[in-house]
């Protein structure tokens, strides 16, 4: 399973060579915090986020677009390890503290060497990826959320692949599922992703519907509509009494809406 763990993964080979990043350097987005993190397993810890720019997929209601959409791509700065985590230090005033990596695909970088650097200096690191690409690298991570998508992001599972990023992150990663779910059908697909992994905890996140678009620099968010799905997703899961589940909101996005760099 680990030997899909490669850097021709058939995702990843779908990505034009301009959108694959140099040997060594990370393409990034942006460097943002500390804030808290808003979604998952450690929800409202502080945090730096890395976010890297690319990705794989293109999810019908992707709320980071700007870290996907090949127009951006020019705002993605190639950066070493080394300058990273200079900004990540300069970032948490030199006090260690749990980097979040984020994207884009995340997985589609080679962040093991940052991931080595910043646990010299007593970081922590959290990666969110989709499960469509799979690295050895994953096995350093202190957290790894996988949060491949349901049927209304319009992208498909590879089950395999799926399956080969919970091989590499191992027994010393804490890894954990976080499903987007805007509808029954999201829904039916957060139980059976659960259900091939019963070891995993599963998170369940109400859908943002007004992500914006790539014209939008600060698009409004539909709070109101967002507490609905989210009371929707509680009362779906105590009916069905699915008690292993964890459902969450967004939390950024409640305390901020759809703001970059929070
Ligand atoms: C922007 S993605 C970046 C990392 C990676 N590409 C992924 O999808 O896991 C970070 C998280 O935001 C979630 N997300 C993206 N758009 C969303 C939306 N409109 N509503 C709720 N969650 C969303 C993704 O499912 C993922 O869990
Ligand atoms: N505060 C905060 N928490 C987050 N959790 C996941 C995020 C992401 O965009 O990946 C995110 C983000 O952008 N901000
Ligand atoms: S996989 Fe993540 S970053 Fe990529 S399009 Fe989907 S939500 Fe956006
Ligand atoms: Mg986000």
Redesign the pocket.
Known sequence: MISRCSNDNSSEMRLSASERPNAGTIRVSEIFGPTIQGEGAVIGQPTVFVRTGG?????S?????Y??DSSFRDLWKPLSPEAIMAEVIKLSGNKPLLVSL????PAIQPLGGLIDMGHEQGYRFAL???G?VAKDWFAKLDNLTL?P?PPS?E?ETDWDILGSCVAAAGPDTDTALKI?VFDDLDYAYAKEVSRRYPQLPVFLQPGNHTPGTVDEEAPGVDMKGILERMRWLVDKVVEDQWFEATVLPQLHVLIWGNERGV
Not at 61 to 65: A, F, I, K, S
């Open positions: 990705c794989d997929y293109r999810c209601w992707c709320d980071t677009l870290a996907v984020s994207g884009g695909n969110e990826t989709q469509s949060s998508k992001s992208m987007v």
